[in-house]
């Protein structure tokens, strides 16, 4: 009896003295866990939301991951790895571009860009952080939905998060598609309010600004243009109610809009913005650090940064010029003869390197860069070139000493020497350390290395290191050829020409265009030869509605690949080579010098056919199966 | 040791007896099959470039299953009897597409009930008559005649016709040796085509090609062809 009395009074004292302290210890707010209105409380806190938002900004080419510049022939891959099998993969209807890139739909983002949209409505940071961070992300969003436009044309607008309320009935979440006229008009009026709300300020590059937006706008507006004057030309590309297909009429609305925009930037408005001339003694090597130097440059509007020790990428480990690299890596995507070649003469004309003359003899060079002489300034800015050099080291390419009997000896090791060579006393190089050799990856297989991009940084090249160039999405010069298209196309070409002199001159070139000069194919040209390796030329393809020109099907022959050099609609079936041979003949006047030879690699067997259907992508049966009311592709 | 062996006969014989009738269920046994037709003869295409889409109804999503038309326009679905949607995209096929408006492609409806066989008549754009494809000395020969099939709206002009040689039974622009190409401008008499290409050295060598001609038609992607010969050298 006296043991139950001990029990029922500490029974009871545990009650009295738990039942307060109880609720604090059990009621804790987690230290791991930040409910929404904490987040939103602090102004860092938000601004780590939005830097998130900003990391997932979307391109279909990006250079954490090199592949996915590497089709339609403007590059060899030679690389080993899964893309080995799937060149010319855009022969089949569906194409889902690299790594399937070009079937983005990623609402998730844009969920999560209305829902901070949302709630920093309501969270008490000062207003006018509120106001630019509320733009910043309207841009992202506004952006994201430009790039899904690129792609498959109207997609569904979405401006609120959506949330299913479990009755059985999710219909009243299922938005149909918009016109493909009606996301340009969102992204053009988006980028219309955006410019008064965000700051005008050309420092920042990597958040957005008021010359982003208008870059933006500018951008969006042409290319809704010339959907709407080019898209006639393939009339089964298209859908009844407007998902696909711009009205011509509109055409000259939307150039309008896009040269108004563009010349606000040339204007300042938004700030100073200037084309890189930090170097004008040397035009090449300009043209290549304007992607690589991120210290004041003002050609810079906007880009994706990255940063050593945060977020890098080896885009310079996998295509450095093999010799002498800081890992035995690189020369995955090396430029083909079809983009070296359209790099234009001096004096503003076309023209094939010369590597026969007019009786089919070949050409003897002193030096091997002699061939690449008089040309675009932006060639050996792109392209690491035969006799050229990277981070001060010379690339040492050359596929063989051709002897005086026309044979030649050659290797298939890097940098091989051989003592067997006829005339000669001692053993000779008879490759080069860079090569190229066709039988091999990872060297110069097309006798040229990729340079636009490349980090000249010490450690870019290695795995521990790695690069952080940053990768940009709109600059300055894509500002002026908008703006030249822009006149071009509402009948202004002396205007054109005057945008387009200004990019040219920054490549070296003397004689100014005049307005007879401008052409339908000159806009073309000078947007892929300035953006070569930067995406715009895939884009442009689509937009001016002749890829299934270029890539129809057909193999291109040695005569094919030199002539109609310049025009929009060049066959560009197969990437072609060109590479340089050693004369060795000790008693000729020859000897040491160069000579060159187009090859098609034995690799490439097919010929790029683009499908009509391929110019949107397609949308896949899970999308189409979770709401009814999305419309199809043509031809899906 | 005696034990655990008469527990092993026993646990396999019981997993057999059970599993037998509950897991196993019937396989499907219903053949579709079918051709892609024009008035009752087949119309030859490119393999796996023609595609189609067949749904079948009730069974929560409906996901497509897909494939594509053989080279003789051929295509068959071993199949559960049931009610089948058959749908040829709008823009697939080098015929009129079985459109009946807005962005839908009318459905072919199939009541499968056991095995089936199914000939879609379509109106082709274009058709090739009377190919004859000969070879001599080492060079394929084809003289053909082109009608225009599809009129009115419908009617699409011709961008090219090809000669194909292949070392295969699939002689059409994706596996070919040699091709012969003329452009519609520079035909004179439609009635009246010929195209010849010479055969390259086979590696490794055979001593037969097979040939076909192909017409490609402006806006489309699929091709019309000839039917396939086979022709020793």
Known sequence: MKNINIIFLTILISFISSCESDTDFLDRPPVEVISTEQAFTDQNQVLSILANLYDRQFSVYRLNDWQSFSDFNEVFVSSNDNLTARWHTNNTWPFGGINNYWTTWDYTYIRELNLFLERIVDSPIPDNVKSTFTAEARFLRALYYLEMAKLYGGVPIILESQTYDFSGDPSYLQVPRSTEEEIYDFVISEAEDLKSLLPANPESKSRASMGAALAMQAQAAVYAGSLAKYGANTPSVSLPAGEIGIPASRADAYYTTALNAATEVINGSAGTYALYKKNPGNLQENFAALFYDSDANPEIIFMEEYKLKFRTHGFTIVNQPRFGAEEEEGGALVPSLNLVQSFELLDNTFAPLATVDGSGDPIYYDNQEDIFANRDARLGGTVILPGSSFKSRPVDIFAGLQLSDGSVIAGDERGQLRDDVPGATEAQQVVGFDGPIGSRIQNAVTGFYTRKYLDPAPGSGRRGTQSEVSRIQFRYAEILLIAAEASFELGDPAAAAGFMNQVRERAGFTIPLVAGDITFDRIVHERRVEFALEGQYFMDLKRFRIAHQIFDGTPVTLNGLKSDIGLATKRSTQPWGLWPYKIFDPASPNHGKWIYKEVLSNRVTGADNWQLGNYYSIINNDILNNNPKLTRQPNQ | ?233
């Open chain 2, 1 to 233: 040791m005696k034990p655990i062996f008469q527990y092993i006969i026993l646990f396999v014989l019981g997993t057999t007896l059970v599993s037998c009738e509950l897991d196993n269920v019937e396989p499907p046994k219903s053949l579709l099959t079918g051709q892609i037709v024009y008035q009752g003869t087949p119309l030859h295409l490119e393999p796996n470039r023609v595609s189609f889409d067949l749904y079948q109804d009730g069974f929560g999503k409906t996901g497509a299953l897909g494939s594509n038309f053989d080279k003789d326009g051929a295509f068959s679905h071993l199949l559960f009897d049931g009610e089948y949607k058959m749908v040829i995209p709008s823009g697939q096929g080098p015929f009129v597409s079985l459109e009946t408006g807005g962005s839908e492609t009318s459905p072919i409806n199939i009541n499968l009930r056991g095995s089936a066989s199914l000939n879609i008549e379509v109106v082709p754009y274009w058709v090739i008559k009377n190919a004859s494809l000969s070879i001599s000395s080492g060079t394929v020969s084809s003289d053909f005649a082109l009608e225009q099939i599809a009129a009115g709206s419908d009617a699409k002009n011709i961008e090219r016709v090809t000669l194909y040689i292949s070392k295969t039974q699939f002689a059409n622009s994706q596996t070919n040796v040699a091709t012969s190409t003329i452009q519609m401008g520079d035909i004179t008499d439609i009635n009246a085509v010929s195209l010849s290409a010479q055969v390259p050295d086979l590696v490794p060598a055979q001593d037969y090609v097979f040939a076909s001609v192909g017409v490609k038609i402006a806006g489309v992607d699929d091709m019309i062809f000839s039917p396939t010969e086979k022709m020793n050298l």
